[in-house]
């Protein structure tokens, strides 16, 4: 069975970091593309992060370059964020996304929420 | 960045037919046959329900369905359920490499 776990988020101060990571399981991971996917309180999905199965190409949206950096360890079985300067606009539940069909998120994660506030 | 737009919302009678459709705000409307549908009930995760434009993962009901024409891309969920009560989502992949996602439809079922 594919699972996605996020882990990682937490209440913390604006300009702070922070590291989600994701522990996938289920299926081979190293062939997957992956990416995060964020939602703020009572609003929409927003795409943010995406990184190709062997790491060589990673693809942000605008609000989040220079600040945030997906990565993954096909070693390890894991998927990371860091992400810093962080601001209030970066309040949201974040899911870990694993793109199995063309164009496609077929499995996601439960979230991992992120507060920004001092 | 492009953008999507969707209506606030759609509503529809047990039994009928509903669209949502999904425009494109620019002539970028993004990589041909990339666009994807999510449905997401309150308090949980999205789920995949169309991709590359027209095709459903397995275990998706057949009463969901995706087209597209120009600009503007469409689901059209048949027979209405009190299930399929829910938010929707467009989401297409651009020339830049990346992925938009439309806002969301509130479908409510009367």
């Known amino acids: 069975e594919v699972q996605l776990v996020e882990s990682g988020g937490d209440l913390v101060q604006p300009g702070g970091s922070l590291r989600l990571s994701c522990a996938p399981s289920g299926f081979t991971f190293r062939t997957f593309w992956m990416g995060w996917v964020r939602q703020a309180p009572g609003m929409g999905l927003v795409w943010v992060a995406l990184i190709k199965p062997d790491g060589t190409e990673k693809q942000y949206v605008d609000s989040v370059k220079g600040r945030f950096t997906i990565s993954r360890d096909n070693a390890e079985n894991s998927l990371s964020l860091h992400m810093n300067s962080l601001t209030a606009e970066d309040t949201a539940l974040y899911y870990c996304?694993?793109?199995?069909?063309?164009?496609?998120?077929?499995?996601w994660g439960h979230g991992t929420l992120v507060t920004v506030s001092s | 960045q492009s953008a999507l737009t969707q209506p606030a919302s759609v509503s529809g009678s047990p039994g009928q037919s509903i669209t949502i459709s999904c425009t494109g705000t620019s002539s970028d409307f993004g990589i041909d046959n990339s666009v994807s549908w999510y449905q997401q009930h309150p308090g949980r995760a999205p789920k995949l329900m169309i991709y590359e434009v027209t095709k459903r993962p397995s275990g998706v009901s057949n009463r969901f369905s995706g087209s597209k024409s120009g600009n503007t891309a469409s689901l059209t969920i048949s027979g209405l359920q009190a299930e399929d009560e829910a938010e929707y989502y467009c989401c297409s992949f651009f020339s830049d490499r990346t992925y938009v996602f439309g806002p969301a439809t509130e479908v409510t079922v009367l």
């Open positions: 996304a694993r793109y199995g069909v063309a164009y496609g998120i077929d499995y």
